[in-house]
T-cell receptor, first 113, second 113 residues
Framework: KQEVTQIPAALSVPEGENLVLNCSFTDSAIYNLQWFRQDPGKGLTSLLLIQSSQREQTSGRLNASLDKSSGRSTLYIAASQPGDSATYLCAVRRTSGTYKYIFGTGTRLKVLA | EPEVTQTPSHQVTQMGQEVILRCVPISNHLYFYWYRQILGQKVEFLVSFYNNEISEKSEIFDDQFSVERPDGSNFTLKIRSTKLEDSAMYFC???????????FGAGTRLSVL
């Protein structure tokens, strides 16, 4: 059974710092992995989608990497800003044949001005 | 930018009552999903829907739950007889193709009293 864990559960950093959020999953047979952002009381916004054949994806100040063999993904945020404060969720989809995502518990990020 | 729309944003109901949560997926999308998030817990998959039928469902999605696409634009989740433990945020999502990004709505907060 696929389990997704995110460390740390919460993180508080001063503005301008570069930071790394970690996601690990127990079953390496994944189809793809998505990183989401969730603001309090709001829905989920997809940040990056990495297919199983890819090693990383970049969007602006965000870079996500994927190491399937070790069951890990990292989300790197460069030059953090107070507007980055949110909960970041990673979710994995198993190999083709299922459409559901298994979510981690998230990392709650606070960037201090 | 196209978005997934959910109504209502907050639904309060009495235990045992039926509720219908409504979603308008992105117009050219073909795959539709419901997830839920109990306060403080992970986002959990409920059901996926494609070509007018359920393609996958979780163990949570028992006989009390049903989904429907009553017309070309709406996608609904019905809970026949609500329980206290159904209180959660319910998210609708859609994708254009099975392997691409899932776009989530802002959610409906269901409170069962």
């Amino acid at each position: 059974k696929q389990e997704v864990t995110q460390i740390p559960a919460a993180l508080s950093v001063p503005e301008g710092e570069n930071l790394v959020l970690n996601c690990s999953f127990t079953d390496s047979a994944i189809y793809n992995l998505q990183w989401f952002r969730q603001d309090p009381g709001k829905g989920l916004t997809s940040l990056l989608l990495i297919q199983s054949s890819q090693r990383e994806q970049t969007s602006g100040r965000l870079n996500a990497s994927l190491d399937k063999s070790s069951g890990r993904s990292t989300l790197y945020i460069a030059a953090s800003q107070p507007g980055d404060s949110a909960t970041y969720l990673c979710a994995v989809r198993r190999t083709s044949g299922t459409y559901k995502y298994i979510f981690g518990t998230g990392t709650r990020l606070k960037v201090l001005a | 930018e196209p978005e997934v729309t959910q109504t209502p944003s907050h639904q309060v109901t009495q235990m045992g009552q039926e509720v219908i949560l409504r979603c308008v997926p992105i117009s050219n999308h073909l795959y539709f999903y419901w997830y839920r998030q109990i306060l403080g817990q992970k986002v959990e998959f409920l059901v996926s829907f494609y070509n007018n039928e359920i393609s996958e469902k979780s163990e949570i999605f028992d006989d009390q739950f049903s989904v429907e696409r009553p017309d070309g634009s709406n996608f609904t989740l019905k809970i026949r007889s609500t329980k206290l433990e159904d209180s959660a945020m319910y998210f609708c999502a859609s994708t254009g193709t099975g392997g691409s990004v899932q776009y989530f709505g802002a959610g409906t907060r269901l409170s069962v009293l």
